[in-house]
């Protein structure tokens, strides 16, 4: 006979999987008939909890999940590398989850709970509702999220300094000599895209420079249409002297765009991009780029999830790290009047790159 597992309890007892679980983490929150009867349950059928589960009931739960939206997201790799450099000298395991596929957490959630395992939950935000977090947070299970889309949560959570960051951009460029500086909006329903774009605008007024809504583009990090708004700016009248970037990916787009204007960077064009992933490096030319500090808010929101599970939190619910400007070679002093003519772009396949080592186009990655 197959060896029985919590579903089965759950069933037998005419109960949720949940329950169970907490049954077997000696939770207060059950009443007593309830356990009495899950315990009846596990006798009747000789059910033998997994060294798990009774690792659990003992009060010595070994693991932590961690939420992540898709291993092949270009920041999880970095954000991975953090939490693990706390975790690894603690007496805890990592229990890695992914949502990439899932409508919600809600169902996530719901498995977690069932499990009873995880003593803690670390979640690398994605664009899914926080609710069902928040509930679990409310339980008793601390949640702490590394909050890259700067998503506005009741949740303890580590983000990064978006605004000052493109400030920080601005301020380089404007050193430069630039004043014409058009920006590239990525997806603005997240708040860190409202908050870069804020940066940029600040940046300009602190320099004394009006913002020209013209040069304004809707890009949401789908590098055609970054593409085509782009080549538009390039090749209309005043056009500008340098682009910022909401991310790096859009920036890799900028690039292609001027290229098929006719365009040189950073001779007749400088491009700035945000996040500083991998290949950003080795871009042609390299790219100047804000730093998101990811290896960094995994070890600060790693921290903050022990602190809050051996009970020596702290109080602050939100830690903002800053970014920093990575400059490189895609950006250069402005150019001397006349600038050079921008030619009309001819439209190019999508598998066409001028530069190897960028990996997969992912539009939709922040």
């Known amino acids: 006979m197959p060896k029985l597992t919590i579903r089965d309890i759950a069933q037998l007892a005419g109960l949720s999987k949940s329950t169970v679980s907490l049954v077997l983490n000696n ?32 009060g010595r739960t070994p693991f932590i999940g961690m939420i992540v939206p ?17 975790f690894e000298p603690s007496p805890y395991e990592i229990i890695l989850y992914t949502a990439t596929n899932e409508k919600d957490y809600g169902p996530l959630v719901e498995r977690i709970t069932a499990s009873g ?3 803690g939950l670390l979640v690398v935000t994605h664009d899914q509702p926080l609710e069902p977090l928040e509930q679990l947070h409310r339980s008793g299970l601390p949640v702490v999220l590394v909050n890259t889309l700067a998503t506005p949560s009741r949740l303890p959570s580590v983000r990064a300094d978006n605004y000052d960051g ?53 890009g949401a990090f789908h590098a055609p249409t970054v593409r085509e708004r782009v080549s538009e700016l390039l090749t209309g009248p005043d056009r500008p002297t340098a682009v910022v970037a909401q991310n ?7 690039m292609e765009a001027a290229i098929d204007c006719g365009l040189r960077v950073p001779q007749d064009i400088s491009v700035v991009g945000f996040d500083d992933i991998a290949s950003s490096a080795d871009t042609h030319p390299p790219l100047t780029t804000v730093r998101q500090p990811f290896p960094e808010m995994g070890m600060a929101a790693a921290g903050m999830l022990l602190a809050m599970i ?13 970014t920093g400007l990575i400059v490189r070679e895609s950006t250069a002093r402005v150019p001397s ?12 396949p999508e598998t066409h790159r001028p530069w190897s080592g ?5 539009s939709t990655q922040r």
């Open 310 to 322: 051996d009970g020596s939190g702290g109080t602050e619910p939100v830690i903002t790290l800053p």
């Open 166 to 218: 493109t400030r920080i951009a601005l301020r380089h460029l404007i050193e430069l000599g630039h004043t014409r500086i058009a920006c590239v909006q990525g997806l603005m329903e997240y708040a860190c895209c409202q908050d870069r774009y804020r940066g940029y605008l600040d940046g300009l007024a602190e320099a004394g420079i009006a913002a020209d809504p013209r040069l304004t583009a809707a």
């Open 117 to 119: 395992l995880s003593a």
């Open 248 to 254: 790096d990916n859009t920036a890799y787009a900028v």
């Open 27 to 58: 939770s207060p929150k059950v009443d007593p008939a309830t356990r009495e009867r899950v315990l009846e349950v596990m006798r009747s059928h000789n059910y033998t909890p997994s060294t798990a589960a009774t690792a659990l009931a003992k």
């Open 337 to 348: 009047a006349p600038y050079p003519p921008a030619r009309t772009a001819e439209p190019r």
């Open 70 to 86: 898709g291993l092949t997201w270009h920041m999880v790799a970095a954000v991975n590398y953090g939490v693990a450099s706390v």
């Open 358 to 362: 960028l990996g997969p186009n992912i």
